[in-house]
């Protein structure tokens, strides 16, 4: 295994690619027994419906590996973060000025941020491929820091809805209420992600 600080160090090196477009997440042909496999797991999860909808065409890749599924959910939900700030930044800037812009801005930033931790985590859990026991002290490690990136991920998507509540717009607007629901549904997403990096080390 390669030292932690070179891994670490391609972290960052790979971390300048990560801007807010969309990532390649392309389903494979579904396995019945690997699809029961994935809707086992996701009975773990705070959203179970939604974790087995959205990973279960990844059925094949996945095949019955805690530790692919734990991958996919934390590209899938890498991937709904940058779809969603780059619709925030997109109405930032047809909002031109004001408070509502501004915290669009603020919005959009804690969103990459998001974006960030769910990098990590997914970069993780990929540096865990081909080792056979997560109860290993430096897979452990490794398992941890994805748990740790994935749960500062939800506390920046949760800054981001929580800015809307300080906007004095005279009311919810449509702009707040479309952002707060898309910022809901990416908060399960993430969710998900995390309880399955969870299991891999509480034996879920």
Not at 14 to 30: D, E, I
Not at 141 to 163: I, N
Request: hydrophobic letters at 40%; a neutral charge; charged letters at 20%.
């Amino acid at each position: 295994m390669l030292p932690r600080t070179v891994l670490m160090s391609s972290f960052f090196f790979l971390l300048a690619f990560v801007t807010c477009t969309s990532v390649p997440t392309t389903p494979t042909s579904p396995d019945e027994n690997a699809t029961e496999f994935i809707r086992a797991r996701c009975g773990g999860t705070r959203y179970p419906d939604l974790c087995y909808t959205s990973l279960s065409g990844y059925a094949a890749a996945v095949h019955h590996s805690p530790l692919k599924l734990a991958r996919v959910a934390t590209n899938v939900t890498l991937a709904r973060l940058r779809a969603l700030c780059s619709h925030v930044s997109a109405l930032r800037r047809a909002r031109g000025a004001g408070h509502v812009a501004t915290t669009l801005r603020d919005c959009a930033d804690e969103l990459g941020d998001a974006a960030y931790q769910s990098f990590y985590a997914y970069r993780t859990t990929t540096e865990l491929r081909g080792l056979e026991s997560v109860e290993e002290p430096e897979v452990a490690w490794w398992v941890s820091s994805a748990q740790t990136w994935m749960s500062a991920a939800l506390t920046y998507e949760g800054t981001c809805s929580d800015g809307f509540q300080n906007v004095d717009s005279g009311g919810t607007s449509s702009v707040e209420a479309d952002v707060c629901r898309r910022v809901g549904k990416v908060k399960q997403y993430t969710s998900n992600a995390l309880a399955l990096v969870n299991g891999l080390v509480d034996g879920r």
